[in-house]
């Protein structure tokens, strides 16, 4: 039996190669200090594989050698971190301009395009549950990574993960689990039917999704340099309806980016 390394290095040049590459592919530029994230998450991959150097593993990706493996490492290397109703203020926003007249008289789209697991488009989805009609709304839900989207289609959680749902929402839009199921609770059908799903790359050219009222797209342009960014902005706002909202994360801003985004308070902004 020939001896296995129990863990694999990766030198400079192998890590500027795959630091190219997730910056082609996904926007995402992984700085230096990022290398023990890099080989913290794909040491595992590389055993599985049987691959004995990054240099190794680099190459069977873009030979294709085998299928999916790009997906593979942009699901390895994305950073999914998110919670039910982060950053509050944002849905308290949400509740408020579903309540005005006009949006309870017709349909109401929302675009969540970094919706990692699930957490943040289910926390939408009851927003716009309890104030629109049941068929007066729907939802867009997607992200790069096609891992974290696949959970966010199972909608089951952890029960501590839904400590900040509020109660009445708890209560009426999520099912909790019993036996074996014990500790963790399910997303319910009513919230599901109006929620699509959907693995879209937000730097490659975007499919038809038709124009929506709200895009949430929050803390994903973080991991942009400044010109991908931009594109990522000047491609998404293309469908958001003109007076529709666009909000990024608290620690985000889109000043000095596109002119025809008018700020209505911090990381909200309005298409003018
Ligand atoms: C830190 S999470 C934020 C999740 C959620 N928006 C929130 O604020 O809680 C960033 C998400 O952006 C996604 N992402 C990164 N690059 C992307 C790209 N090029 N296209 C689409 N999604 C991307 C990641 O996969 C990840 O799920």
Request: aromatic share 12%; net charge neutral.
């Amino acid at each position: 039996m020939s001896e296995y390394p129990v863990s694999i290095a990766i030198d400079d040049q192998e890590f500027k190669q795959f630091q190219q590459l997730l910056l082609e592919k996904t926007g995402i530029f992984l700085s230096p200090v990022k290398k023990p994230l890099l080989t913290g998450r794909l040491n595992r991959r590389l055993r599985e594989l049987g691959v004995r150097s990054y240099a190794d593993y680099y190459r069977a990706i873009v030979l294709e050698e085998f299928p999916d493996e790009l997906q593979i490492l942009i699901n390895c290397l994305t950073t999914n971190e998110t919670a039910f109703f982060r950053e509050p203020r944002h849905f308290d926003f949400l509740r408020d301009l579903c309540g005005r007249p006009e949006f309870l008289k017709r349909m109401v789209r929302v675009w969540c395009a970094a919706a990692s697991s699930g957490e943040e488009p289910y926390s939408i989805a009851m927003v716009l549950a309890d104030t629109l009609r049941h068929d007066n709304w729907e939802l867009i839900a997607s992200d790069v990574n096609s891992e974290v989207l696949d959970q966010a289609r199972v909608g089951y959680y952890a029960l501590q993960r839904g400590a900040d749902i509020p109660k009445h929402y708890l209560q009426r839009y999520c099912l909790k689990g019993v036996g074996q199921h014990a500790g963790a609770f399910v997303i319910g059908p009513e919230l599901r039917g109006n929620i699509r799903f959907q693995r879209i790359n937000l730097v490659e050219p975007l499919p038809a999704l038709g124009q929506f009222d709200v895009i949430f797209l929050r803390n994903a342009l973080i991991y942009f340099p400044a010109d991908i960014k931009l594109h990522v902005i000047e491609q998404t706002r293309r469908f958001l309806k003109l007076g529709g909202h666009f909000i990024v994360g608290h620690s985000e801003t889109l000043l000095g980016t596109v002119s025809d985004f008018k700020p209505v308070s911090p990381s909200i902004y309005r298409r003018i």
